[in-house]
């Protein structure tokens, strides 16, 4: 499942072509290794809002070496503005002025964040100047290049120190593949910040549930989880048994075979967890189906399936979970979109609505939760599985290629964007869908 095209165009006659005929220009991005620094660099740190006084600290509370005064001559791996100081669009060119010197004075695989205000928690000119800033964050992600992302994070008041677990994800290389993203901390459910003991271990004493765990995407969020140490709780079907079962005796952890559309697949879920776990803290939603076909000759049977599998399992697992309080206080709630669910994709009506309607599960279920408990969803862009493998190389080649990365993503950077939602100290993290797709090109 190698990049074959990525690595031609970093050998000598490749990067010939690539600059001649203006080829895109796969970067090899950087991923996160266990134990390792979340930053390798400094960040520098501007702006004049909310949380600029306090952002040195939060930072220095993830091990992450900043400054405010950038000097002439160093390269900088990170940039965080503050613009929640900005009131009216004439301010707006503050972004100009703290970006535009640094631009090249960038490391590889560079992060930039921009601070706002939830524009709707605002009104009259300030309203406008927080809205704009979607525009500056987007299209800063699509030129940054050399493997560079860009995220606007918009922070609710009294959210303030409920950024940290947001900023050491979206500053490290776990968020390799997202980029052109807009989070919101705190603007539904809690403002406060969970507590987190062990930052390499955050969730160490957790119980989390994994549906689809046996091999792709699951495989690899149920490594992730392990890592950042959960007690992994693994759910396939029956056929999968025994790729289930071995991982998750690597990973020390436990598994149940059952298809999740079983009528009474939701009731078991509850009662194995409640029975042999005393409950589940983070619930990851991953177990999904492609049936592709053009409306015009959809059958029943594919419509069917994928709704039961990628949209009604969901839901009524998480219900059942919910009404028999087998979901810990502050725990999480997971779902696997789709961009397809966003932007839609020929072929695929079937899962296009599926997956919207995880996004709608999120958004059911963000205001009714209680007891600190949130619900997000990640939505995955082009993400080299075996499932992906099998799509016609031209298909392939054009899915991979058309984004701010002009590559694929892995499993795993799904993986550490599910690991950020599960953390507890994202608890101020509700009702947002990320994708994870290096800020696709096209669609919506
Ligand atoms: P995959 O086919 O490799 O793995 C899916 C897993 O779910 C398998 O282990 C399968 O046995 C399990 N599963 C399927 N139906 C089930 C059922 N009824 N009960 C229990 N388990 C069941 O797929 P993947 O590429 O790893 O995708 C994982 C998730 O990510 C899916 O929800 C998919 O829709 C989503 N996604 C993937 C991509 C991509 O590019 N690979 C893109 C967007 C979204």
């Not at 690899?220 to 989880?225: D, N, P, Y």
């Not at 042999?276 to 015009?296: E, P, S």
């Not at 949130?374 to 054009?398: C, K, S, Y």
Request: proline letters at 4%; charged letters at 20%; one cysteine or more.
């Amino acid at each position: 499942m190698s990049d074959k095209y990525q690595s031609f165009s970093q050998s000598p006659i490749g990067k010939l072509l690539v600059k001649n005929l203006g080829l895109p220009a796969p970067m090899a991005l950087e991923r996160y290794t266990a134990g390792a620094p979340l930053v390798e660099g400094t960040v520098v740190t501007g702006g004049t809002g909310r949380l600029a006084e306090s952002l040195p600290g939060l930072l220095d509370t993830l091990g992450v070496a900043s400054t405010d005064v950038p000097d002439e001559t160093s390269t900088y791996k990170g940039l965080v503005f503050d613009a929640t100081g900005l009131t009216s669009a004439e301010q707006l060119s503050a972004l100009r002025d703290f970006f535009t010197p640094l631009m090249r004075r960038l490391a590889t695989c560079p992060r930039v964040v921009v601070l706002g205000t939830p524009p709707e928690q605002v009104s009259g000119s300030e309203r406008v100047a927080q809205r704009a800033l979607e525009g500056f964050t987007r299209s800063l992600g699509k030129e940054i290049g050399r493997g560079g992302t860009v995220q606007l994070v918009y922070v609710a008041e009294g959210a303030e120190a409920a950024t940290t677990s947001t900023l050491g994800f979206l500053l490290s290389p776990k968020s390799a593949y997202v980029s052109g993203q807009v989070v919101r901390i705190g603007a539904t459910g809690t403002t406060e910040a969970g507590t987190v003991d062990d930052l390499l271990r955050p969730l160490q004493g957790k119980v989390a549930l994994v549906t689809g765990a046996s091999r792709g995407i699951g495989e690899q969020i149920a490594r992730v989880l392990h890592r950042d140490g959960a007690t992994v709780v693994g759910v396939d079907v029956p056929q999968a048994a025994s790729e289930l079962q071995s991982l998750m005796k690597e990973l020390d952890g436990d598994w149940l075979t059952l298809d999740i559309t079983g009528k009474d697949a939701p009731q078991r879920i509850a009662h194995h967890l409640a029975e042999k776990h005393g409950g589940v803290d983070v619930v990851v939603h991953n177990a999904g189906i492609t049936r592709d076909k053009k409306l015009a000759n959809m059958g029943e049977d594919r419509w069917d399936s994928v709704i039961a599998v990628n949209l009604t399992a969901p839901e009524r697992i998480s219900r059942e979970l919910l009404d028999q309080g087998v979901v810990n206080a502050g725990g999480s709630i997971i779902g696997v979109a789709s961009i397809a669910g966003i932007a839609g994709n020929v072929g695929q009506t079937n899962y296009a609505t599926s997956k919207a309607g995880v996004i709608g599960l999120v958004d059911s279920l963000k205001d009714e939760l209680r007891d600190g408990i949130t619900v997000n969803a990640v939505a995955p862009g082009f993400i080299v599985t075996q499932m992906t493998a099998a799509v016609p190389f031209a298909t392939r080649e054009v899915g991979q290629r058309l984004n701010a990365m002009a590559q694929g993503g892995l499993p795993v950077d799904v993986a550490e964007t599910i690991a950020w939602y599960a953390s507890p100290g994202s608890t101020a993290v509700n009702g947002n869908v990320v994708r994870v797709c290096g800020q696709m090109m096209l669609g919506a």
